[in-house]
């Protein structure tokens, strides 16, 4: 009964905080960058956004290996074996730090060696300079803050998301305050706009790794933790998040505007990005609650607590249906009209685009949630494997109905294949999973 409390009480406050960060991130992203924007001008933001994408390549560094400390953690502590999650944790930092350095090394040296106007293009080639500068201050703060992050994702383990939740939320406040600072000042540049945006993220990374190892010494990480093995099985366990969490979807968002491009042309590829980023914060509305769910069920599963476990799946599938059943509605009913009124005339949609478009995105969630809760059983690979071969027959199906239906075919036959495989298969695993628990 205690430890029902604690998983509810640790997803309730992650929620609560959750929301509490993204102000944090409406703060920066919509009151502070519009400032700087206007201060740095259409030319050099693009210079910011260009340099920025680079970057941010080093969020591969990762690749399934935070999943796989969330649900390694706290399957640990569950069983009470806390050398166990301790090892797990001084293996993941040990390889995160290695492949970021790796990760760093390379990109700066493509930076340093490569014309800039070769890997950017000619019209970058003026500002090499400052390029240069914005990307070496750039990899330093990203590499640092995914080194953090993987103290955030052991934190996550012990189900205490609401502490690096509210370490982010003050991350982007000051962050949001540095760039109005910078604004105020007429000291705004792509390098300080870096240092402001990013500087102020890998800070709050760094307060809640403090703040966690403060609090949790047994995890304390040590090289005398990296003995006896684990190695082969987190390389597993990471494989398969890397392909179910990062891959699948990186794909499939990707390879839809490669395709669209390819036989529609840039204007459907437009509406395609604008639906898409629409379709993003939908999914935030869901993933408030399924972020914290992965460590609680984890720790569910560790206990053989099914009768948790059963009332926290039938609470999951009630929030798909109220956050799908509403997308699609709104998407079926006052979409084109609410589009329009947004993003202006150039932009039109029709009922059966958006609900073929929304159709679709309301099943990969509820593939999403069955993949945390088989990811949070130790299953990660049944999700995957359904995952990418669902992924490459969408894409198949999508571009043959592309040809003949246009858009709403397109997503027509990412839906049809996503009700043939993992609408049902995923369900599935799932409830025999709980079932052999029992």
């Given amino acids: 009964m205690l430890a029902d409390n604690h998983?509810?009480?640790?997803?309730?406050?992650?929620?609560?905080?959750?929301?509490?960060?993204?102000?944090?991130?409406?703060?920066?992203?919509?009151?502070?960058?519009?400032?700087?924007?206007?201060?740095?001008?259409?030319?050099?933001f693009g210079i910011y956004a260009a340099v920025s994408a680079t970057f941010v390549l080093l969020n591969f560094a990762d690749f399934g290996i935070g999943p796989s400390v969330v649900r390694g953690v706290a399957e640990a502590r569950a069983s009470e074996r806390f050398h166990a999650a301790r090892r797990l944790f001084s293996l993941a930092l040990a390889i995160v730090a290695g492949m970021v350095f790796f990760g760093a090394a390379g990109l700066l040296t493509v930076v340093h060696t490569i014309p800039v106007g070769v890997w950017l293009g000619a019209s970058f080639e003026p500002y090499s300079t400052e390029i240069r500068h914005a990307a070496d201050c750039g990899v330093l703060l990203i590499g640092v803050q995914m080194v953090?992050?993987?103290?955030?994702?052991?934190?996550?383990?012990?189900?205490?998301?609401?502490?690096?939740?509210?370490?982010?939320?003050?991350?982007?406040?000051?962050?949001?305050?540095?760039?109005?600072?910078?604004?105020?000042?007429?000291?705004?540049?792509?390098?300080?706009?870096?240092?402001?945006?990013?500087?102020?993220?890998?800070?709050?990374?760094?307060?809640?790794?403090?703040?966690?190892?403060?609090?949790?010494?047994?995890?304390?990480?040590?090289?005398?933790?990296?003995?006896?093995?684990?190695?082969?099985?987190?390389?597993?366990?990471?494989?398969?998040?890397?392909?179910?969490?990062?891959?699948?979807?990186?794909?499939?968002?990707?390879?839809?505007?490669?395709?669209?491009?390819r036989w529609a042309g840039p204007a459907e590829v437009g509406r395609l990005a604008l639906v898409q980023q629409v379709a993003m914060y939908v999914a935030g509305l869901l993933i408030i609650y399924t972020g914290p769910l992965m460590p609680a069920v984890a720790d569910a599963a560790g206990r053989h607590d099914t009768a948790w476990l059963e009332r926290a799946y039938r609470r999951a599938r009630l929030l798909w249906l109220a956050v799908a059943g509403a997308s699609v509605g709104v998407a079926v009913t006052m979409g084109p009209a609410m589009l329009m009124a947004w993003v202006g005339p150039?932009?039109?949609?029709?009922?059966?685009?958006?609900?073929?478009?929304?159709?679709?995105?309301?099943?990969?969630?509820?593939?999403?949630?069955?993949?945390?809760?088989?990811?949070?059983?130790?299953?990660?690979?049944?999700?995957?494997?359904?995952?990418?071969?669902?992924?490459?027959?969408?894409?198949?199906?999508?571009?043959?109905?592309?040809?003949?239906?246009?858009?709403?075919?397109?997503?027509?036959?990412?839906?049809?294949?996503?009700?043939?495989?993992?609408?049902?298969?995923?369900?599935?695993?799932?409830?025999?999973?709980?079932?052999?628990?029992?």
Wanted: charged share 10%; hydrophobic share 60%; aromatic share 10%.
């Fill in 148 to 261: 953090a992050a993987v103290v955030g994702r052991a934190q996550a383990g012990c189900q205490e998301m609401h502490v690096a939740n509210l370490c982010g939320a003050a991350g982007n406040a000051l962050g949001a305050g540095a760039v109005m600072f910078c604004a105020a000042t007429g000291n705004v540049t792509v390098v300080t706009l870096v240092l402001a945006v990013i500087g102020s993220a890998m800070l709050g990374s760094i307060l809640n790794a403090i703040i966690f190892l403060a609090r949790h010494p047994e995890l304390s990480p040590s090289w005398f933790g990296l003995r006896g093995g684990g190695l082969r099985l987190l390389a597993m366990d990471s494989g398969g998040f890397g392909i179910a969490a990062v891959l699948v979807p990186f794909v499939q968002r990707e390879g839809a505007k490669f395709i669209v491009a």
């Fill in 346 to 438: 150039r932009f039109l949609f029709s009922r059966l685009e958006l609900g073929c478009f929304f159709g679709s995105f309301a099943l990969v969630l509820w593939a999403y949630i069955n993949y945390v809760f088989l990811g949070a059983f130790g299953e990660v690979w049944q999700a995957a494997r359904v995952l990418l071969v669902e992924m490459a027959g969408a894409l198949l199906l999508g571009t043959l109905l592309l040809l003949h239906f246009g858009f709403a075919g397109f997503f027509a036959g990412v839906g049809l294949l996503a009700i043939s495989m993992s609408a049902w298969l995923l369900p599935r695993a799932v409830r025999l999973h709980i079932a052999a628990l029992s």
């Fill in 7 to 44: 998983r509810d009480r640790s997803i309730h406050l992650a929620a609560i905080s959750s929301l509490l960060s993204k102000g944090g991130t409406f703060l920066l992203q919509i009151v502070a960058l519009p400032v700087a924007i206007r201060v740095l001008g259409p030319e050099r």
